[in-house]
């Protein structure tokens, strides 16, 4: 009980006099996970939506394959962006291994998947009678896809908030394609590990508080955005 205390008055500390390497760990912890989720948005809404509302030969597979990709382990993402940047990869090029760059990518990866599989359930699950009322009204093509998606934007709001949640606390792919370089690529998990490994349990407890508040507090801006929109409907 006694560690846990001085983690919780170590994370206070933490916070209240502003560590500047505790700030630089979580703003990057802040910028790649939320630019890794708007890229699997960018993703995997379009690609959810094709799987919803388009049929096609093979359809069930692809699927079965973005369903299991909800569950796809972080380090086996890391393995794969890590051999495709590195330097003797097909992207080795761009020299962007052990960069934010990097995990944004392994994040994105992670997240796509989640957020096409509940963009298609919730896209599946719209009233049959609500699409050929669209469909009898006239609409365009895109039109009739604007308003499913705005029908489903509660549902998306969660898909949003599941991507999110699955990177930012992410560790595998990140220590894998990171590195965990201090000031460059360490964020809040792998700085975590990283104490943990050296015996800070205390430290290690304040960065795992701060860790959570963050999430936390994204998810809540989420969440009474999606209330508010609920409410207002």
Do not use: H
């Not at 509302?53 to 692809?62: E, H, Q, S, T």
């Not at 359930?121 to 604007?146: C, S």
């Amino acid at each position: 009980m006694e560690m846990i205390w001085q983690g919780i008055l170590a994370a206070l500390r933490l916070l209240i006099t502003g560590d500047p390497e505790v700030m630089e760990i979580t703003l990057l912890t802040l910028r790649v996970s939320t630019i890794g989720t708007l890229i699997s948005l960018l993703i995997g809404i379009p690609f959810g939506t094709v799987l919803a509302l388009k049929a096609f030969p093979g359809r069930r597979v692809v699927l079965s394959i973005v369903n299991t990709g909800m569950g796809l382990p972080p380090v086996v993402v890391g393995l794969w962006v890590s051999i495709f940047l590195w330097r003797s990869g097909p992207f080795g090029f761009l020299n962007i291994m052990y960069t934010p760059m990097a995990i944004i990518i392994a994040q994105a990866i992670i997240a796509s998947p989640i957020v096409a599989a509940l963009t298609c359930a919730a896209l599946q699950q719209t009233n049959p009678k609500l699409r050929l009322q669209i469909k009898a009204l006239g609409a365009t093509r895109l039109q009739y896809v604007w308003l499913l998606l705005k029908e489903v934007r509660y549902s998306l709001l969660a898909a949003i908030i599941a991507g999110f949640g699955a990177i930012v606390s992410e560790i595998g792919a990140s220590m894998a394609v990171g590195g965990n370089i201090q000031g460059q690529t360490r964020v809040l998990t792998t700085a975590t590990v990283l104490e943990v490994s050296k015996g800070n349990f205390d430290i290690a407890i304040a960065l795992s508080i701060i860790l959570c508040l963050l999430a936390y507090g994204a998810t809540l801006c989420l969440t009474l955005l999606q209330q508010k929109q609920q409410g207002g409907a």
